[in-house]
């Protein structure tokens, strides 16, 4: 049975997804860009919003039983390459230990001021 969460953001309903969805053993965490938490607005930062990105997405990994421990995929898009120099050591703090398959892309991201967006799928099975 899948399982939704959502994280209660307007583009949820407007384009009809689910910040994650649980299939059995797998989380599937939606690309999530870099929003401070607080103001809603982006850090100047691509290392920042790399931060707030993660942070939210184990939010909701947390939401569903897990963390970004049990992080198996990661998929980093970044604006440029000035943003990828910037968001790698974060990536390699964060999931030092944990070590998911990683794949990272320059592209465009729908979003005014967004520098990175970052989508996880997670494994709860042992």
Same mark, same amino acid.
């Given at each position: 049975m899948?399982?939704?969460i959502f994280a209660g953001v307007p583009s949820e309903d407007i384009a009809g997804?689910?910040?994650?969805?649980?299939?059995?053993?797998?989380?599937?965490?939606?690309?999530v860009t870099g929003r401070d938490p607080v103001s809603g607005d982006f850090p100047e930062q691509a290392d920042e919003q790399a931060r707030n990105c993660?942070?939210?997405?184990?939010?909701?990994?947390r939401q569903a039983g897990a963390s970004l421990e049990n992080a198996?995929?990661?998929? $980093?898009?970044?604006?440029?390459? *000035? =943003?990828?120099? !910037?968001?790698?050591?974060?990536?390699?703090?964060?999931?030092?230990?944990?070590?998911?398959t990683n794949t990272m892309l320059i592209c465009q991201i729908p979003a005014a001021g967004?520098? $990175?967006?970052?989508?996880?799928? *997670? =494994?709860?099975? !042992?």
């Open positions: 899948k399982n939704r997804y689910a910040r994650a969805v649980v299939d059995g053993s797998t989380i599937h965490v939606s690309g993660l942070a939210a997405i184990d939010t909701s990994l198996v995929v990661c998929r $980093v898009y970044v604006v440029d390459q *000035a =943003s990828a120099v !910037a968001v790698t050591p974060v990536l390699g703090e964060i999931f030092a230990d944990i070590r998911p967004a520098k $990175v967006e970052i989508e996880i799928t *997670a =494994s709860t099975a !042992a």
